[in-house]
């Protein structure tokens, strides 16, 4: 995993870690920064932007807690960040499927037939972020592309079905 070294200042010129979380709708370099976990007196954050050289990388950083009126520990010294360098790996972004459990909506029973194989494959794309179209026609080229290996395997499961028996 290709890393990078950068200076606090450098990460301070680029603008990271941003002031406030809202604040990365606004700004260029800043992709993403989101919450990881809650520690004991602040919230660990990973920030992901952009640098000078036009690759992405990441660096998890502290952050004080937004507890309201609650009475917290002191803010983190220097983001969690210790001596005059951060490490930061790169990164890209990639479409990533998750497994979880969800309610079942329209899902097979007695009286609902299955989805159609495009549908089926067209929720995984629509999961991902793509437009209903966009995922359909991904679906279907998929299909048409991989029809000979699936029937293939189709008859290989037939015949060690058989074979089993």
């Known amino acids: 995993m290709p890393v990078k070294q ?3 200042d450098h990460l301070a010129d680029l603008g990271v870690p941003p002031d406030h979380p809202d604040d990365v709708q606004y700004n260029e370099t800043i992709l993403v920064d989101e919450h990881l976990s809650t520690l004991k007196y602040s919230q660990q954050r ?3 932007f952009r640098d000078d050289d036009g690759r992405t990388y990441e660096v998890t950083y502290e952050a004080d807690l937004d507890a309201g009126d609650y009475e917290l520990g002191p803010p983190p010294e220097n983001h969690g960040w ?12 990639r479409p990533v ?18 989805l159609g ?10 999961e991902s972020g793509a437009r209903t179209t966009v995922a359909r026609d991904a679906a279907a080229a998929w299909i048409i592309e991989h029809a000979d290996e699936i ?15």
């Open 6 to 8: 950068f200076t606090i």
């Open 46 to 48: 990973r920030c992901v």
């Open 82 to 93: 210790h001596g005059d360098t951060v490490e930061a790996v790169e990164v890209e972004q």
């Open 97 to 114: 499927i998750v497994a979880r459990w969800e309610p079942v909506t329209d899902g097979p029973a007695v009286d609902r037939p299955h």
């Open 117 to 126: 194989a495009i549908d089926s494959l067209a929720a995984i794309w629509e």
């Open 151 to 165: 029937g293939q395997l189709h008859d290989e499961y037939l015949d060690s079905a058989g074979n089993a028996q």
